[in-house]
């Protein structure tokens, strides 16, 4: 079992920047692909950025340039760091961590809210 828990979210002004983190309950990096999801009232759930266990990164065409995922092995946690941020960014934020062999073998976070409003 795994647990993640993020954090970091909150109100921003448009053109702002937050940092989300997520902490997991055990080191997995080395077995779970990590990844950040999105998903906005009436909206489905969508991948934002994702890094795999060798490192490499993803994310959406919406974030590219302005977003950034990383690592922290010895912390056991993933990051989010958001800039230029826009009204449509707003949404609740998700992490996920699935395993490379059994991908039904996934948990997620249970979310931290960002708000990009003047």
């Known amino acids: 079992q795994v647990q993640l828990v993020e954090s970091g979210g909150g109100l921003v002004q448009p053109g702002g920047s937050l940092r989300l983190s997520c902490a997991a309950s055990?080191?997995?990096?080395?077995?779970?692909?990590m990844g950040w999801y999105r998903q906005a009232p009436g909206k489905q759930r969508e991948l934002v950025a994702g890094?795999?266990?060798?490192?490499?990164?993803n994310y959406a065409d919406s974030v590219k340039g302005r977003f950034t995922i990383s690592r922290d092995n010895a912390l056991n946690t993933v990051n989010l760091q958001m800039n230029s941020l826009k009204p449509e960014d707003t949404a609740v934020y998700y992490c996920?961590?699935?395993?490379?062999?059994?991908?039904?073998?996934?948990?997620w976070g249970q979310g931290t809210q960002v708000t990009v409003s003047s």
């Open positions: 890094i795999t266990i060798g490192g490499s990164t």
């Open positions: 055990r080191s997995i990096f080395s077995v779970y692909t």
């Open positions: 996920n961590a699935r395993h490379i062999m059994v991908p039904t073998n996934a948990y």
